[in-house]
Structure formats: C-alpha cells, structure tokens
C-alpha cells in the first residue's frame, strides 16, 4: 500500500512525490499520459522572478522556492542520474532610454528583499556576448533567474522518484493521502461545479532553436523569453491564448519566432528544431492552488502553475509534503482554493 497517491505527473505531481518520498513515504504517481505529458513537457523553462517591489506573499513563496531550486534540482540530478538542465545564469532586459531611476530603485528593494541572495543591477550590453538590441546601451542584468529544461526534468524527477522506490503507473486506485495535480483537467472539473469560473487553460505555444549559448543569461525581450539550454538549444515563448481551436502551433508562433530574432540580432537565421504548443492551467487567483481539494474531501489539490510552475516547484513540494504527512503548511492565503472560488 502506498502512505500518498498523486495523480498527475507535471511538475507539481512529480515535486510533491519527489518530497515525500524523501521524508519516508510509500508514494504512487498515476497518469495515463505519463511524466511530463501535458503542460509540462514544453521546452521553455525560464525561471524568472517577479519584480522587486510591492512585495506580497506570492513573491515571497517565489523567491523561497528559487533559492531552494539549486540543490533541489541536484539532488533530482544526483538520484536519477540525468540533468534536468538546471543552471542558475541569470537574465538581461534591454533599458529604456528613461528607465535609470525605475531599475535603480528595484535594484535597492532587490538588496533588501532578495536577502542578500541575488542583485537586480545595470550593466552595459556590451559587457555580454549577446545581448539584447537596446536604445540605451544598457541593460536590466538580475542574477536570481535560472533555467531549466522542462521536459528533461520532468523526466529526471521521474527518474529519481522510480530510483527511490517510487512507481509511475498509467491506473491505478488511490492509497493514503491523495493529491490531484492534473492541471487543466481539474480546473474543467472545478468550473463545472461552482457558479463561476475557477480556472482557465490557457494556451502557449514556443519553439526550439539550434543555436548554443549554454553559459549565456535568458533574456526577455520584445515580449518574448529566450532561453539557453545546456545541450546547445535555445528556447523561445511564449504566446498567451486565452481563445484557441487545438493544440497546434500556428502563426502565432510564427510571429513569437520573428519577435525573439528581431530582439536578439544572434538568432538571425537559427534554424528552428521543434515547435511545442500546450495548456498551461491557471487558477482565477494567478496564483498555484495549494491546500485541500474543494471536490474531493480528505485530498488534496496542486494546480494552477500556469507560467510559474517550475519556479514554484521546489516549494510547492515541500508545503505539501507538510500538508499532507504532518497535517500543516504555510501556505499563503492566496494560494487557498477558496481564493479562486
């Protein structure tokens, strides 16, 4: 018999696995689609935090969990035997010709509210090998972003969790304590039974380049994230539909692809390798959906990653990896279901 059930193997399934195992736990993941197979699986992968000021209980979650994704991450690494492409490399945003006083400003709430951990700094284009176009010559450099790839680590949890003694089944019955982490297919579950709105899937698509930076910082520019990898690809993303007809990628890609060359000069004639497209479930709060689940009483939910869930992860894992063996959890009140019904 299995102590946790999960059922959804994204990253917020395989994260709250990966943390109660570690602490003793029998765990099953059941998904019929396997590990990574929904939103998931992209390949964009930008961990990148919220601007330095108006600080809230959801930047504080987010930086918490940043900060604990490097070691999370290696352990990950160091169990499955596989790299989930983490690095922590940091990231450019071009300065506008007016921005001085505004990003000196967050750089002096980064020093207090970052905790000394990461610096949120001006430096010159020039002073890296690719750096965004900008008017000014400058850019915004914050050293708290990292990477990841996406589908690599979703794999490399999965690898770790089947390394530990875990399993990963396509069905299966809940045993113990059971987690919902399936994404947009809870939130259709959740819409249909309340009067309003709960979540929503939103549609990204994002494309992978044959171009190698591995070492370079990720760069947000023109709207559009690109992203290095460590295997010599470079990700870009990602659209943001709320009305779609399929899964397929379209011309709206088309036009994220031109955005992240008209951005970076270097990406000029990249050839493009792979065009993803997927739903990523956000909750009518914005932010991830921890707590009990309002449908199922006595499990519990992990839902609503939407553009963040791979930053939160780490976090996400341990809170309710309290939640469910140690029967607490500081989870802000923003995170409750309640905040998005």
């Known amino acids: 018999m299995a102590d946790v ?23 099953q993941v059941i998904d019929p689609a396997g590990p990574g197979g929904g ?26 969990s940043l900060l604990m994704a490097e070691a999370f991450w290696r352990d990950v690494a160091e169990a499955s035997g596989r790299s989930p ?47 965004p176009r900008t008017a000014s010559g400058f850019v915004i450099h914050d050293t708290l972003s990292a990477r990841v790839h996406p589908a690599q680590a979703c794999a490399g949890l999965a690898a770790a969790i089947t390394a530990r003694g875990g399993r990963i089944v396509a069905e299966g019955t809940d045993e113990g304590q059971v987690l919902w982490a399936t994404g947009s297919a ?7 039974a309340h009067h309003r709105q709960v979540g929503t899937p939103i549609k990204g698509q994002a494309a992978l380049l044959d171009f190698a930076m ?29 009305e779609f007809d399929d899964l397929a990628t379209d011309a709206q890609l ?42 199922h009483p006595g499990q519990f939910i992990a839902n609503g990653g939407f553009k963040i869930g791979f930053g939160m992860a780490p976090k996400v894992g341990e809170v309710m990896a ?6 607490q959890a500081d989870i802000p009140l923003s995170f409750r279901p309640e905040a998005s019904m």
């Open 5 to 27: 059930t999960v059922r959804g193997a994204g990253v917020f399934g395989l994260s709250v696995a990966w943390a109660c195992l570690k602490r003793g736990a029998r765990v």
């Open 39 to 64: 939103a998931s699986g992209g390949i964009v992968g930008a961990l990148a935090p919220h601007v330095p000021e108006n600080w809230n209980d959801k930047k504080s979650f987010q930086l918490s």
């Open 85 to 131: 492409g983490y690095a922590r490399t940091g990231r450019l945003q071009p300065l506008p010709e007016d921005g001085a006083g505004l990003a000196e400003a967050r750089g002096q709430g980064a020093e207090t509210l970052w905790q000394g951990q990461a610096v949120w700094g001006v430096a010159k284009a020039s002073d890296f090998a690719h750096p």
């Open 186 to 192: 809870d939130l259709a579950e959740l819409n249909a």
């Open 214 to 242: 591995p070492q370079h910082p990720q760069i947000f520019a023109g709207g559009v994230h690109i992203v290095p990898h460590d295997d010599g690809t470079t990700a870009i993303g990602s659209t943001t539909e709320r």
């Open 254 to 295: 088309d036009a994220v692809i031109a955005a992240a060359r008209t951005a970076l000069p270097a990406l000029e004639g990249a050839r493009v390798i792979q065009r993803w497209a997927g739903l990523r479930p956000r909750a009518r709060s914005r932010a991830p959906m921890l707590g009990a689940h309002p449908l």
């Open 322 to 327: 309290d939640l469910m063996l140690e029967g």
